[in-house]
């Protein structure tokens, strides 16, 4: 059973504009929740994370959103870069400790110039 | 500050091998993680170290085995090599139980 779920395997967005990464999870002992970047023949790549004691986390670019009565986080990307183009995991560790994660399967996020 | 280095990159392996892969931990990390990725099951829990202690173990069979030596560096064996493990294996290492885990390139296991 999938406790953490990106449904769109992948998603294109033109430069300049906003890239929109939805994750949905079951488990509701979850409190802590990351994304990851993955490009091709690289590890994946901590982006950012956010606690549920807040609704929304920003760092440049980059803001999650947590929407805990709906159990959904969403991550947005404004502007859109081409070096974007990479996939993103959205992650929640088991037992209130960061050490097992348990990853969504990834979204393919495509930045066309 | 290096990265987390896990050797060797590419491996290929006949069935019913067995194989060791190495992993060097951020320097002062004293966390160290295992994942496998696989395109059918995505990124999966395998096991976790902290102080040469194996802390947590996920779901895989007991072919699956690991350990950390007094230095923080890990290695992870897999015994009687089967098609299914082919797979990108991560290791990925962190300073204390808290904070985001930082992660190697991986390693590619092809089993033939």
């Known amino acids: 059973d999938q406790q953490v779920k990106q449904n769109s395997p992948s998603l294109s967005v033109q430069e300049g504009r906003i890239s929109i990464l939805n994750c949905d999870y079951t488990?509701?002992?979850?409190?802590?929740f990351l994304w990851y970047k993955k490009y091709p023949a690289e590890g994946p790549t901590f982006l950012i994370s956010?606690?549920?004691?807040?609704d929304k986390n920003e760092d440049g670019r980059f803001t999650v959103f947590l929407n805990k009565s709906a159990k959904h986080l969403s991550l947005h990307i404004v502007p859109s870069q081409p070096g974007d183009s990479a996939v993103y995991f959205c992650a929640a560790p088991e037992g209130g400790s960061n050490y097992k994660l348990t990853f969504g399967k990834g979204t393919l996020l495509t930045v066309n110039p | 500050k290096a990265g987390v280095t896990q050797t060797p990159r590419y491996l290929i392996k006949t069935r019913g091998q067995q194989v060791t892969l190495s992993c060097s931990p951020i320097s002062g990390h004293r966390s160290v993680s295992w994942y496998q990725q696989t395109p059918g099951q995505g990124l999966q829990f395998l096991f976790e170290y902290f102080s040469e202690t194996q802390r947590n173990k996920g779901n895989f069979p007991g072919r699956f085995s690991g350990r950390q030596f007094s230095n923080s560096r890990s290695e992870m064996n897999v015994s009687t090599l089967e098609l299914g493990d082919s797979a990108l294996y991560l290791c990925?290492?962190?300073?204390?139980?808290?904070?985001?885990?930082?992660f190697g390139n991986g390693t590619r296991l092809t089993v033939t």
């Open positions: 990925a290492s962190r300073w204390t139980v808290i904070g985001p885990l930082h």
């Open positions: 488990n509701s002992m979850f409190d802590y």
């Open positions: 956010i606690s549920s004691i807040k």
